[in-house]
Structures are given as structure tokens and as C-alpha cells.
Nanobody, 124 residues
Framework: QLVESGGGLVQTGDSLRLSCAGS????????MAWFRQASGKEREFVSF????????YYTDSVKGRFTTSRDNDKNTMSLQMNSLKPEDTAVYYC???????????????????WGQGTQVTVSS
């Protein structure tokens, strides 16, 4: 089970930190990602972090502004979002798939565990 938290209403230029908590003891075998879905749009990939945390990858629109990290001892993954823009407004989901290869996965179908989502709203 994955549970996101940390969403909210902020202004343009503000920062927000999302967290995704896992309940499994084998949390450290899961590659994880953040996706987001804006109202009326398809869900899109945001960021990836490998099971070890050594590999990260971001969609172009958030590079330099968002940073993903994880703490496998605490079964948590985070997304630090800086310089937020109105176009970042969406429901943010964390996703996971058991994989130790370090391969970067950016497609929804590649993940088999999902959280319920947390709303992020950035006002202009």
C-alpha cells in the first residue's frame, strides 16, 4: 500500500514537499515514480527513482525544479517541488514496481502499485 501526503494550495514560486509512504518491509526492492494528472488531461510521468536511490530521472518540464529522493529505512519516497507554476497543478500519484535493475520506467503500465493521490494546486 502506498499513501501520498503533503499536497495543498500554494502560490506561484512557492515550494511543496510530497511524501509517499510504503507499508511493505521490502520497500527497498521497489523502483518508484511520481505521476500527475491535471483536470481533463491524461496522467503523465513526473519523476523516477531506482530502488537503491542511485538513479533518478525527470520529465523535462520539472528538471531543475523538482527533486525526488527516498529513505528506505523509513519506507518513504519524497518529491521536493520548488518554483512551482500554475501548470504544476494536478493530482500527484506515487507508483512502484519491484525492480532492482536500475532501469528507468516512465510509463504507467510499467507500475503495478499506486497510491490514491494528493492534490497540488498552484495559484497564479
Amino acid at each position: 500500500q502506498l499513501v501520498e501526503s503533503g499536497g495543498g494550495l500554494v502560490q506561484t514560486g512557492d515550494s511543496l514537499r510530497l511524501s509517499c509512504a510504503g507499508s511493505r518491509r521490502d520497500f527497498d526492492v521497489y523502483a518508484m515514480a511520481w505521476f500527475r494528472q491535471a483536470s481533463g488531461k491524461e496522467r503523465e510521468f513526473v519523476s523516477f527513482i531506482s530502488a537503491s536511490g542511485r538513479t533518478t530521472y525527470y520529465t523535462d518540464s520539472v528538471k531543475g525544479r523538482f527533486t525526488t529522493s527516498r529513505d528506505n529505512d523509513k519506507n518513504t519516497m519524497s518529491l521536493q517541488m520548488n518554483s512551482l507554476k500554475p501548470e504544476d497543478t494536478a493530482v500527484y500519484y506515487c507508483a512502484a514496481v519491484a525492480d532492482l535493475s536500475g532501469t528507468v520506467y516512465t510509463q504507467e503500465y510499467e507500475y503495478n502499485r499506486w497510491g490514491q493521490g494528493t492534490q497540488v494546486t498552484v495559484s497564479s
